[in-house]
């Protein structure tokens, strides 16, 4: 079992994100000796969803080619940017 921090870390984003999740309902949580634990089989299945299916006309640009998968170059662009280097 994981805690809210490890949770977290392991998913790469913060407690609070984490914390809502849970609250939503997105994640479920058990709560031993006033902490919240997250089984890490749960989380790694969260993480494997796609956050929201876009609309079906945004699959294709307007000149009708595909759409590049700007999430994952958001976070490869993100991944390359080092902070305070």
Do not use: C, K, Y
């Not at 407690?15 to 089984?39: I, P």
């Not at 969803?49 to 662009?77: C, I, K, M, N, Y």
């Amino acid at each position: 079992m994981l805690t809210i921090a490890e949770a977290a870390a392991r998913s790469g984003r913060g407690q609070e994100t984490v914390r809502r999740w849970v609250r939503q309902g997105r994640l479920a949580a058990h709560r031993a000796g006033g902490r919240l634990l997250v089984h890490p089989d749960e989380l790694d299945a969260l993480l494997a969803r796609p956050a929201l299916d876009p609309p079906a006309g945004w699959s294709r640009t307007s000149w009708g080619a595909r759409q590049p998968d700007w999430v994952s170059e958001l976070r490869r662009h993100r991944g390359a940017r080092r902070i305070g280097a």
